[in-house]
């Protein structure tokens, strides 16, 4: 395990490397609100056994890659995209495997369309399809839960703690038992680490910054698989069906019973369908 900050104009990108260089790269881009430790250090080790060069790391705004004060939103999800990009410079990388998580599966989609010679394959995990209206929104128990997130004082460790720790368990797995106190331990190190911890809520304001002209999922011309899981309260399983549809040729890995996250007791199944479909180039 290796660490490199990547500079991209005044923006520094902490990154984070497992496997041996020399192996096909496979970029990891999590999602809003989360650092690369979101991306579990032995879920990482084991995508590098299967014989990548792994790589995760802190989107603008969380861990230690740049901040801005919150509510001073200063960038675009196609500046994410573009961040991507510039790790994959960093490494003197010409083209890699890109998996995205939620928000991360939308900035994945933008890195595909906008430069699909860097990308050789996609795998978009519990996210939704650029370009496609009218797919069911968040439960109606998650949307009550994430609307309390506006009267939280972002800055007051205890009341952040307690909504993180209610919302890790509202988008857990239905069929794997959840672990609290794992749970506490992975936000906590997530807030410890942080520059700013608050200003990860500037993810809430992010829009695409595509002019005039949107990008679609159906304009995806890399190879794909999506990955969902079936009681996911943020993207329900339509958006991940959706966008499977979308696109000639892709795949469907559902996950029976699985949240918004990443569970350990599907580790399995999701590394094993990353590297099936990391392995057809």
């Not at 991306?39 to 740049?66: K, M």
């Not at 991360?104 to 595909?112: H, K, P, S, T, Y």
């Not at 009267?151 to 890790?168: C, E, G, N, Q, Y």
């Not at 309260?233 to 549809?245: D, R, T, V, Y």
């Amino acid at each position: 395990m290796a660490d490199l900050t990547i500079r991209r104009g005044e923006v520094e990108l902490a990154t984070e490397t497992f496997g041996e260089p020399s192996n096909p790269a496979l970029l990891l881009i999590m999602g809003a609100m989360a650092s690369m430790l979101w991306w579990p250090e032995q879920f990482c080790e084991n995508l590098a056994a299967q014989g990548r060069f792994v790589i995760r790391y802190d989107n603008r705004d969380t861990g230690l890659s740049t901040i801005y004060p919150p509510g001073e939103l200063r960038y675009t999800l196609s500046d994410m995209a573009e961040d991507a990009v510039a790790i994959l410079d960093g490494y003197g990388i010409e083209t890699a495997d890109i998996v995205g998580i939620s928000m991360g599966g939308f900035i994945a989609q933008r890195v595909a369309l906008a430069h699909p010679d860097r990308v050789r394959t996609l795998t978009v995990m519990s996210s939704s399809p650029l370009g496609i209206d009218g797919l069911p929104p968040f439960t109606q128990a998650y949307g009550e839960h994430a609307a309390t997130g506006e009267s939280i004082d972002w800055t007051a460790r205890a009341d952040v703690l307690d909504f993180m720790l209610r919302d890790v368990s509202m988008i857990a797995s239905t069929i794997h038992p959840h672990d609290t106190a794992a749970a506490r331990l992975s936000i906590e190190r997530d807030m410890d680490r942080a520059r700013s911890f608050a200003s990860a809520t500037n993810h809430f304001m992010l829009e695409g910054g595509d002019g005039d002209k949107r990008p679609a999922a159906a304009d995806l011309r890399v190879p794909l698989l999506v990955i969902h899981g079936t009681a996911d309260p943020i993207f329900p399983i339509a958006h991940g069906e959706a966008l499977a549809n979308a696109v000639s040729g892709a795949t469907l890995q559902r996950i029976e019973g699985g949240g918004h996250e990443l569970h350990r007791n599907d580790w399995p199944q999701i590394t094993a369908a990353i590297a099936a479909h990391a392995g057809i180039s």
